[in-house]
């Protein structure tokens, strides 16, 4: 049958999305556009309000195929199907089939004529390197996931009940996966995993151990480190991101809060004195590193004074890179029963002033780039451009450095780009 698949959510679910695809393909299917689709797969994503809008929307609209296109059969996964399934059943009739997180290998049965309306397995599915997979990012960047779950108890996040409790992946397992990437001509591996940092608690080894290895692949340029969590960071694995010239210098650390009170209401156990410790550590130990970061506004209980507090730690800390999020209530968490719900447009007040603050910090460090020479891929064109992105600029969640095409350039080639110029997401570059 011909298969489309929208894919939706986080950098794990794309993952999931390719090996959903790889699976198909395997059986025979083959990949289509949407309006020519016989079988639609919407791939959700179930974390906070925003994005469960967002994939009830994609449902609702490739539903219409059903009554206008080629749709014969429309399967909705992902971690929405895994809070709501019952409901959802109730609510779109229009759908044929509802495949939790776990299992994703097996996703073919829901395309039978005779299967079952809800396929729930244990939550999450992890992979080996000869799991069949169709790449959806451009062919010189790939993602491995290197476990799925978490095993924390934030208590604002449902993950844990989506995803299940961490899995790690072997060391073999996601090396053997590099290797097969890098023969592909993959040149960016980005990792990625819920809670970066426990990687291997689960298995008996560690995120150090795997690094090691991940980073002896030849033909490898960059290894990018995704969702370090705040603890377990040791003054060895710091040394090993600093003096390995495939790893790249940049962590990716969501840090939700500064103020004590309320990183305790949301069970992060750690403080503000760690975390501050953590990013001298990261400052001192690995030269020019890169630092993102996660913020939320309106906690239950933020008061202004806490989040004048995180405002400041934005203009003291000064990451390179930093999003925030507006609380979500979301039911199933411990959070969504506490009192002090924040009011909406408090929340997006605040949200708004932190974007703020952080887009004069942005500006500054990105200006600060200019006439220095970075190495980037050339990744598409655009209005004439290229769009290629420097190893500060993580795929699909920081801005892009556009290159006036002046010459021919092979999109997925790594080039010396020296930086012209600067706003406060991207930058704009020449080729040296
Ligand atoms: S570390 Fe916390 S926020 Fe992140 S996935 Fe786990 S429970 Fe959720």
């Not at 997979?133 to 993950?159: D, N, Q, W, Y």
């Not at 999003?323 to 506490?338: D, H, I, L, R």
């Amino acid at each position: 049958m011909k298969i489309y698949i929208e894919s939706l959510g986080c950098s794990k679910n794309l993952v999931d999305s390719e090996l959903i695809l790889g699976t198909l393909t395997k059986s025979g299917h083959q990949i289509s556009s949407e309006e020519e689709a016989e079988v639609i797969i919407v791939n959700t994503c179930g974390f906070i309000g925003d994005a469960k809008k967002e994939s009830l929307d994609a449902i609702l609209d490739l539903s219409e195929y059903k009554k206008t296109g080629s749709c014969k059969k429309l399967i909705v996964t992902g971690c929405m199907v895994e809070r709501y399934s019952e409901e959802l059943s109730k609510e779109i009739p229009e759908v044929d089939a509802f495949w939790g997180t776990g299992n994703i290998f097996k996703i073919g049965d829901a395309l039978e004529e005779e299967s079952e309306k809800i396929k729930m397995y244990p939550p999450g599915t992890i992979y080996d390197p000869d799991s069949p997979r169709v790449m959806l990012t451009p062919t010189h960047s790939a993602f491995v996931k290197v476990s799925e779950g978490c095993s924390r108890t934030c208590t604002f996040c449902i993950i844990p009940k989506m995803r299940g409790i961490m899995k790690s992946r072997t060391i073999d397992s996601i090396v053997g996966e590099i290797h097969g990437l890098a023969e592909q001509g993959v040149g960016e591996i980005n990792l990625i995993a819920q809670d970066m940092t426990s990687y291997g608690r689960d298995i008996g080894c560690n995120l150090e151990e795997m690094l090691r290895e991940a980073s002896k692949v030849d033909g490898i340029d960059w290894i990018r480190i995704h969702y370090w969590y705040p603890w377990g960071i040791s003054d060895s694995l710091v040394k090993l991101v600093s003096d390995d010239n495939n790893i790249l210098p940049y962590i990716d650390m969501p840090l939700q809060h500064i103020n004590d009170r309320l990183l305790s209401s949301m069970d992060r156990k750690t403080s503000s004195k760690k975390i501050r410790d953590i990013i001298k550590q990261l400052r001192d130990g690995i030269d020019d590193v890169v630092l993102r970061t996660t913020f939320i506004v309106g906690f239950p209980g933020e008061t202004e004074d806490e989040f004048e507090e995180l405002l400041d730690f934005v203009e003291e800390a000064k990451f390179d890179r930093a999003g925030a999020f507006k609380y979500s209530q979301e039911e199933g968490t411990p959070a969504g029963v506490m009192g002090e719900q924040v009011a909406e447009e408090v929340k997006e007040e605040r949200l708004e002033r932190l974007m703020e603050a952080q887009s004069e910090v942005s500006l500054e460090k990105n200006k600060s780039l200019i006439g220095t020479v970075h190495q980037g891929f050339v990744e598409s064109v655009e209005n004439g451009n290229y769009v290629a992105r420097i190893s500060s600029q993580a795929p699909e969640v920081d801005g892009y450095t556009y290159i006036k095409r002046e010459e021919e350039l092979i999109l997925g080639d790594l080039v010396d780009i020296k930086i012209i110029d600067a706003d406060i997401y991207d930058l704009y570059g020449e080729i040296v």
